[in-house]
């Protein structure tokens, strides 16, 4: 049954904007300012700021643990969070591991609650054009590599690499290992970004941080959005609504990820998973997001 959502204060990255939604089913018909002259359902919005739901980076999911365990993450990691996509980085050590890494990986996503993403982490010696093309050919969305050393980078063929992505473009995503200083962090960064952009090879330039949104910028080179966390016509019925109030009234749509003490509703796919206090907890509904165009959509906002 089709029905609106009228005075909507939609927030989309840094800007507000008021709008109203005519939706049916898991999909948004429309958004427009005006939607006066249907007679339909309407639910008033006036009250609340409205964002998508946020994407999830989560390198440390508890495949081994009990169904209790493995729920309670979900649920405070995830959906009291405003999440309904976790994004996160299967490890294989050999090219023959592949296939068989990201089968066992969705064989223990079978009870998720909410969709994933599932890109891989390899050593930098598995970046090689062989094995770029078996992950173009199963659509990975995104190739995090292992950087022990910077200097490694220099020897690496970037051309060949850049020839074997094309046209899939998933992103590189660089995995330093941890350091204590900021400063040294944020050279190896640029370090890794001037690089990138001289060979003109498809990469993320900043870190993912675990249990954070991932950027809007990550989201559109990973081909995730505009199928996920974006609210637009034609699109899924998948938002938070954050109670209007001083903490939450001049934040972006970032910034009230961490006001989630004032998030009173989350809509999965056209369905509540959470009302207030209540949260309606559906093992296995999750589905895994295939990503058939990294990368075609640029930054608008």
């Not at 001289?198 to 900043?206: C, H, L, M």
Request: charged share 25%; glycine share 6%; with cysteine.
């Amino acid at each position: 049954m089709a029905y609106i959502i009228e005075n909507i204060h939609l927030m989309k990255g840094q800007a507000l904007v008021n709008t109203n939604m005519m939706v049916e089913g898991e999909r948004i018909i429309t958004t427009t300012s005006r939607l006066n002259r249907h007679q339909l359902m309407r639910m008033d919005a006036d009250k609340f700021i409205m964002t998508p739901t946020h994407v999830l980076f989560d390198s440390s999911l508890p495949f081994s643990g009990s169904f209790k365990e493995r729920k309670e993450y979900y649920l405070n990691k995830f959906i009291l969070k405003g999440s309904t996509v976790l994004f996160t980085a299967v490890k294989v050590q050999f090219e023959r591991q592949l296939e068989e890494k990201l089968k066992q990986a969705k064989s223990e996503l079978l009870d998720s609650p909410i969709d994933y993403v599932l890109g891989i982490s390899i050593p930098l010696r598995l970046l090689q054009p062989q094995f770029i093309r078996k992950c173009k050919k199963i659509k990975v969305p995104a190739i995090f590599i292992e950087i022990d050393e910077m200097s490694n980078l220099l020897t690496m063929p970037w051309g060949w690499i850049k020839e074997a992505l094309f046209p899939y473009n998933c992103p590189i995503i660089p995995v330093f290992p941890e350091s204590k200083h900021k400063k040294e962090r944020q050279q190896q960064l640029y370090d890794w970004g001037d690089l990138m952009k001289r060979e003109k090879v498809p990469a993320v330039y900043e870190d993912l941080k675990d249990s954070t949104p991932v950027s809007r910028s990550i989201l559109k080179k990973t081909g995730i959005f505009p199928g996920k966390s974006n609210l637009h016509s034609g699109g899924e019925v998948s938002y938070n609504l954050y109670n209007i109030c001083a903490e939450t009234n001049q934040r972006d749509e970032q910034g009230l990820f961490f006001q989630s003490r004032h998030l009173a509703v989350t809509v999965d796919k056209g369905k509540v998973i959470r009302a207030g206090t209540e949260v309606y907890y559906r093992p296995g509904k999750g589905e895994n997001v295939i990503i058939k165009t990294p990368g075609f959509f640029t930054d608008n906002y």
